[in-house]
């Protein structure tokens, strides 16, 4: 593999709000801290549609189903910067929560597969 590093830059990225997920533990007081999100920080990524867009699953759609009409966005993150399982990046208006990590480590960049959430969800 090639190391992508340098095809990082202000041209092919793009500033977006990152949130942390912590999980919970116990204080020097020895009282439950509960899990949560850190406070945000400015990364950049490179945010590209994630899906097939001839087979119509790339946005959000809305769509006759039993468990309702919405159905979330996909979205790859490429970047310098790890990122985890559940941490949350906004972007465009939207939360997306990472539920996907691509292995690209030995490159020198990660690519995780974020999807669109309510604001007030967990």
Do not use: C
């Amino acid at each position: 593999m090639i190391n992508m590093f340098d095809a990082f830059s202000g041209d092919t990225t793009t500033p977006v709000q990152y949130f942390k997920k912590r999980d919970g533990y116990y204080d020097t007081d020895n009282h439950w801290v509960s899990e949560g999100f850190d406070d945000p920080t400015v990364i950049s990524v490179t945010p590209m549609p994630f899906g097939d867009r001839d087979a119509g699953i790339a946005g959000i759609e809305l769509k006759a189903k039993t468990t309702g009409e919405r159905t979330p966005a996909f979205m790859k993150f490429t970047g310098i910067n790890e990122l985890k399982l559940n941490d949350r990046i906004a972007i465009y208006g939207e939360t997306y929560k990472m539920v996907k990590e691509l292995k690209h480590k030995a490159s020198g960049f990660y690519i995780m597969i974020g999807t669109t959430i309510l604001e007030d969800s967990n």
